[in-house]
């Protein structure tokens, strides 16, 4: 199975690049993305601290959320046709087949809302009245809801998006397309014991930990702040608990990259993550929760059908 991994210049004019991981080869899109009509041509130039994969319900396109920290201060949602290169011609290279050749981008508009769920942003060519903030720091999708996806503000908040995109045709209509936002934590800035300046941000699959069942994963947050500290929380921002914290830690600063590694190592996830301490003093931290709980392990169970025995694999929970 193919993966792409996607990364930006998070300074302004920066560009967003593909890493194609089997074959290690690195491609520039911004600037190099070609387009028809529909929405602004091609993948822009901007401050990119992430980008989040949207599922589209189809085959035929990719949806990538563009997220800038600074630059233009605007988020934008691109959208692929598979199977084209640059100039609009059928194509199987790596970009193409990936939606990453041709496609264009869309404004987000809308604005954070101050407290509660603004359910009537839509999708724009024009910058005007597109959803603004001067920190859009990181996202990532849901991967139980992936249509869905959550954002940290650095001066706002903790935000959920629902996308509702529309490919019915065999093409994407912006007009019948849409999304809400829910704030789902306030921001206090640089207080200890207090969320606030929300940078990296990471979205669990489903799981269950210590007998209680998270249907739509976890949501793990870095603050980026001298204290550096890191939350977890379910998606509708019940159950906010501290986890871990840089105060007091000589030349330490803000936390940030945090990574769900469960799966990769046999774990269920939120169990075992990554992260960073950024500062003079950085390093890499592995942060495991005290309710770790592994994934069932195969066992076997043997059947006896008309005189045939018949060994099956079967996963039995250890936990």
């Given at each position: 199975?193919p993966?792409?991994y996607?990364?930006g210049?998070?300074?302004?004019g920066?560009?967003?690049f593909?890493?194609?991981?089997?074959q290690?080869?690195?491609?520039?899109?911004?600037?190099?993305?070609?387009g028809?009509?529909?929405g602004?041509?091609?993948l822009?130039f901007?401050?990119?601290?992430?980008?989040?994969?949207?599922d589209?319900?189809?085959t035929?396109h990719?949806?990538?959320l563009?997220?800038?920290?600074?630059?233009?201060?605007?988020?934008?949602?691109?959208?692929?046709?598979?199977?084209?290169?640059?100039?609009?011609?059928?194509s199987?290279?790596?970009?193409?087949r990936?939606g990453?050749?041709y496609?264009?981008y869309?404004?987000l508009n809308?604005?954070?809302?101050?407290?509660?769920?603004?359910?009537?942003?839509?999708?724009?060519?024009?910058a005007?009245?597109?959803?603004s903030?001067s920190?859009?720091?990181?996202?990532?999708?849901?991967?139980?809801?992936?249509?869905?996806?959550?954002?940290?503000?650095q001066?706002?908040?903790l935000?959920?998006?629902?996308?509702?995109?529309?490919?019915s045709?065999?093409?994407f209509?912006?007009?019948?397309?849409?999304?809400?936002?829910?704030?789902?934590?306030?921001?206090?800035?640089?207080?200890?014991?207090?969320?606030?300046?929300a940078?990296?941000?990471?979205?669990?699959?489903?799981?269950v930990?210590?007998?209680?069942?998270?249907?739509h994963?976890?949501?793990?947050v870095?603050e980026?702040?001298?204290?550096?500290?890191?939350?977890?929380?379910?998606p509708?921002?019940a159950?906010?608990l501290?986890?871990?914290d840089?105060?007091?830690?000589?030349e330490a600063?803000?936390?940030?990259g945090?990574?769900?590694?469960?799966a990769?190592?046999?774990?269920?996830?939120g169990s075992?993550l990554?992260?960073?301490?950024?500062?003079?003093a950085?390093?890499?931290?592995?942060?495991?929760?005290?309710?770790?709980t592994?994934?069932?392990?195969?066992?076997?169970?043997?059947?006896?059908?008309?005189?045939l025995?018949?060994?099956?694999?079967?996963?039995?929970?250890?936990?």
């Open positions: 199975m993966f792409v996607i990364t210049e998070e300074t302004s920066g560009r967003l593909a890493l194609d991981l089997a290690h080869d690195f491609y520039q899109l911004s600037g190099a993305v070609g028809a009509g529909g602004v041509v091609g822009p901007d401050a990119y601290e992430n980008a989040a994969l949207l589209t319900g189809e035929a990719v949806a990538l563009l997220s800038p920290d600074g630059g233009t201060q605007r988020m934008k949602l691109f959208i692929g046709e598979k199977g084209k290169d640059a100039a609009g011609n059928p199987g290279d790596f970009l193409a990936n990453l050749a496609g264009s869309y404004y809308d604005a954070l809302p101050g407290s509660g769920t603004s359910s009537d942003g839509t999708f724009d060519d024009t005007s009245g597109a959803l903030s920190k859009l720091e990181d996202v990532d999708t849901s991967p139980s809801q992936p249509q869905q996806m959550v954002l940290g503000d001066d706002s908040g935000f959920t998006f629902n996308f509702t995109l529309d490919f045709g065999g093409g209509h912006a007009a019948s397309s849409g999304f809400s936002i829910t704030k789902i934590q306030n921001h206090v800035g640089g207080s200890l014991e207090r969320f606030g300046d940078d990296n941000v990471e979205w669990t699959d489903a799981t930990l210590a007998g209680l069942s998270y249907d994963g976890l949501i793990f870095n980026d702040n001298s204290n550096g500290e890191i939350w977890m929380m379910e509708s921002g159950g906010l501290k986890i871990g840089t105060a007091g830690i000589s600063a803000e936390s940030t945090i990574f769900d590694i469960s990769m190592i046999g774990y269920r996830p075992v990554l992260t960073n301490n950024q500062g003079s950085s390093s890499l931290t592995v942060l495991i929760n005290p309710d770790a592994p994934v069932p392990e195969p066992s076997t169970l043997l059947l006896v059908s008309g005189g025995a018949i060994l099956i694999l079967r996963r039995a929970d250890r936990a």
